[in-house]
């Protein structure tokens, strides 16, 4: 595999995806965590290339975890590849939907581990998009006090943020990913050509993750994103190589120096307070996570400069790009006192105190509080009040 080290441009973005040209878009990212550190491989045609599951834990069974909407498209691609490594590789399918992402469906994934007298050598595969990827790690972590398990994203938003980082988790009525455990993988895959099946909704949420690596850290991929946002919205598979690889690069960088998030990696939040008190408000699953964080990076973006720290151009300016990719910038009414409440079970509250992840300069983010006043101002400017 190759690493590229310079972003293309954005008038040679298009490579035709011929079979000779697999090699320019194979890409590998390490996540540096001492013995915990693994790979993130990123390219086309990985499901079926041998090499790229070489080195995984062999063992005599495994057990990939998908749902019902992924599972008939890659599944038995997946297991007839995983067949060298493991005697007996099982499926389990689960519902499709944030909404499930719940305890009762997690007991599903230890049913059929215990059913299948599964081992602490057992390896998981996580095949599927943020929801799979967290309750697939939350089990693997819990399953005899933690089995190997592999990431194998198949969205752009578990491409690019959820699977890389160890967070995982279950959901609670009231608090989106408030019951999970910081867990890592052994290995993340992403192969591009899954992205071919992803519905334009799904595309476009993913892409609000993308887009936060812009103002929290790189100001200059940022304008590139901005430079080739049709190329993504088309699907163009080098631009969506070089997102997925920054986008990465960025999220290992912070995680490597901040596992567990005890400060720098809250950064990555961005948007994130706002839009998961959209997620709880409405029902999680109403919106989808991607659509949420575009919204709340615009009102993230907003309460940024009524601090003084950034300009009404950038506000605008992320406006602009999150319509562009499809992303709502129009906050649900939920009544300013509902909000306060839902963001007050934020992971990122101390001692009652909301933390909002905010821009001080176009790629540097940090966290803080705010008078109540502004939020509340920020809520009614963008129709949440």
């Not at 009404?312 to 300013?336: N, Q, T």
């Not at 509080?369 to 129709?383: D, M, N």
Request: a negative charge.
């Amino acid at each position: 595999m190759t690493t590229a080290s310079t972003a293309p441009s954005s008038s040679s973005s298009v490579i035709n995806d011929r079979a000779s040209d697999r090699e320019t878009l194979n890409r590998l990212v390490r996540v540096e965590l001492a013995e915990r550190s693994y790979d993130i491989r990123i390219g086309t045609g990985l499901l079926d290339a041998a090499e790229t599951w070489q080195g995984l834990p062999t063992s005599t069974s495994a057990l990939i975890v998908s749902n019902v909407t992924v599972a008939p498209l890659y599944a038995e691609r997946l297991s007839r590849a995983l067949a060298p490594l493991h005697r007996k590789v099982h499926l389990l399918a689960l519902p499709d939907g944030e909404e499930y992402k719940t305890a009762e469906t997690l007991n599903l994934v230890y049913d059929r581990l215990l059913g299948e007298a599964s081992d602490r050598k057992t390896v998981l595969y996580a095949l599927g998009g943020g929801v799979v990827g967290d309750m697939t790690g939350f089990a693997a972590a819990c399953y005899m006090r933690g089995v190997p398990f592999v990431q194998v994203p198949t969205t752009l938003l578990a491409q690019v943020d959820s699977s890389v980082g160890g967070k995982t988790a279950i959901n609670h009525p009231l608090g989106k990913n408030m019951i999970g455990a910081f867990y890592q993988p052994v290995r993340v895959v992403c192969d591009l050509d899954t992205l071919d099946s992803l519905p334009a909704r799904e595309l476009s949420a993913g892409l609000a993750e993308v887009i936060k690596y812009g103002p929290i850290a790189d100001a200059a991929f940022l304008d590139w994103i901005e430079a080739n946002l049709d190329a993504l919205m088309a699907r163009d598979k080098a631009a969506l190589a070089w997102a997925v690889q920054r986008s990465c690069e960025i999220k290992a960088q912070v995680v490597g120096s901040d596992e567990r998030e005890s400060g720098l990696r809250a950064i990555l939040n961005f948007g994130h307070t706002f839009g998961h008190a959209i997620e709880a408000g409405l029902g999680y699953g109403e919106w989808l996570h991607g659509e949420a964080v575009g919204c709340g990076m615009v009102m993230a973006a907003d309460l940024s400069a009524r601090l003084g720290l950034m300009p009404e151009a950038f506000v605008a300016r992320i406006r602009r790009v999150c319509e562009r990719a499809g992303l709502p910038v129009r906050a649900p009414a939920l009544g300013a006192d509902r909000w306060l409440a839902l963001m007050g079970l934020d992971k990122k509250t101390e001692a009652g105190q909301i933390r909002f992840v905010v821009i001080d300069r176009l790629g540097s983010a940090r966290t803080q509080s705010a008078p109540e006043a502004l939020v509340r101002e920020v809520i009614a400017a963008h129709g949440g009040a």
